[in-house]
């Protein structure tokens, strides 16, 4: 097993097993490639595959020898004292090899493909090496349980279907960026209804500040959440580089989502495998009835929307209601420029971007800017799911607004954390709210292996009279408040 995490280590993850054991087999010195290219010089044959060749190899690939130079092609040694040999290089860590798949694991991905069987769809397709659909993956987008589902599934499924999304969200990305370097000044916007695609507001015409910057869609995730990996939604905005401060990635600022939002949803049906006769298939009943009195553009800009929104798409941008000034890398400072016409010194504001507070909250280094915006933000993405109903889901994704209050009550147990280390009184929780956020946490992971019965036990527990005695949007808002009294909070020192 040492030997080969060693030739992972070496030549990837991805070394055919087989080719380990036929290393193995030969007892054969595991070197690195740099190393074997410089004791053993291709001189018989310069085309024959190296050993990191033979690694980058497709898993499944026809086996193929790997032949070294025999030792007449080696240099000989040069005269003088002998040099030391170098110490062979330490295996990798043990973290960061490959961890075995426990029961629980496995046990909760079997469940989840009883219940949505569109995910034992998906990992027959992966098994049998086929190309995902476009249909497979937007089917899985549409359903929010069986997205946070694919986070339990093998390795080989969640890659495989995060390579289908990525595939599609860059030829949508992509086309976004080349539309919005067609506008030159800040009056104009991106309307796929109207001639040309471009109007104008009618504002003062001056130049957009983006013109010839660098400009990229960026995915934006939950602070201190996990990098990689299947995302459930996705929440994007545009941003372009700022080219005068220096970070490591650059400082990059937001084009606001008011300039390119309804070409991306236009270009997301586009991309995504939209037709009205698929969306009326998975629409509401009263969706259905508000589109019968629409029509012409109206009606298709209605439908493509619900679309973008079905399919867990978010636009969005630092003036979004499920954003938060304390979630926020966007900032305006004031900077001194010269005036090309006097010579003289002119102030103006220009965007800035900046470290998120709340990374500085739950460190205990700093408070919150607006906790009643802070809490709202979680209402909304909450109630937002609780609002969105469909022919899956009628009466709205319970499940999904529960995942979203989780994650609030875990953000308020760290800034109430971060806060109380800083010497402020944060107060105590009620018994009868703590026990409703502990109920609600019990149903994590919120995926498809959780099933209707177990959410509707816990509804009624939340309405029990001798327990919280509400409903999930009374907790919501319950839970919204607790972020608002932390404005009180933040002025009291204990």
Known sequence: AKRAQAIRGYMGEETPPEFINRIESAKTEIIPPEAAAEAHPRVSNPDAPTLADHAARPVG????????????????????????????????????????????????????????????????TVKAKKPLTVDQVMDLKANPRAMRALKSAPDEVQKAFSAAEEAINKLHDDALVQQVRELKTVDERLDPSKPGGVYSTGEKSRPVPWEGREIKVHDFRTPGGAPGGVNTDRDYRLLYKLSDQPQPDGAWAEIPRKYWEKYSVEKFADVSGYTPDKLRAMASPDDLAAWRKLHGAELDEAMKDKWHELHQQLATDRYHPEASPDFSDQNRAWVARIDPTTGGTIWTTEPVQIAKNIEKVTAGQAVLKDAQAFGMMYNEKADAYLRLKSALYPDGDKLEAMA?????????????????????????LSPKLQEAFTALQGLKPFDASISDRQIRDLELLLKD??????????????????????????????
């Open 61 to 124: 690939a026809k086996d193929e020898t790997v032949a070294l130079p025999p030792e007449a092609g080696r240099e000989p040694p040069a005269a003088g004292p002998r040099e030391t040999p170098a110490e062979p290089a330490k295996p990798p860590a043990a973290e960061n090899a490959p961890k075995p798949r426990d029961e629980a694991t496995q046990a909760r991905w079997d469940q989840a493909g009883k219940n949505v069987p569109a995910l034992q769809d998906i990992e027959a």
């Open 404 to 428: 979203q209050m989780n994650k609030a009550i875990d953000k308020l147990n760290e800034v109430r954390a971060g806060l109380a280390a800083q010497g402020l009184d944060v107060g105590t």
């Open 465 to 494: 009279p001798k327990g919280f005695n509400g409903n999930l949007r009374q907790l919501k808002d319950a839970l919204d408040a607790q972020f608002h009294a932390l404005n009180l909070a933040q002025t009291r020192p204990r």
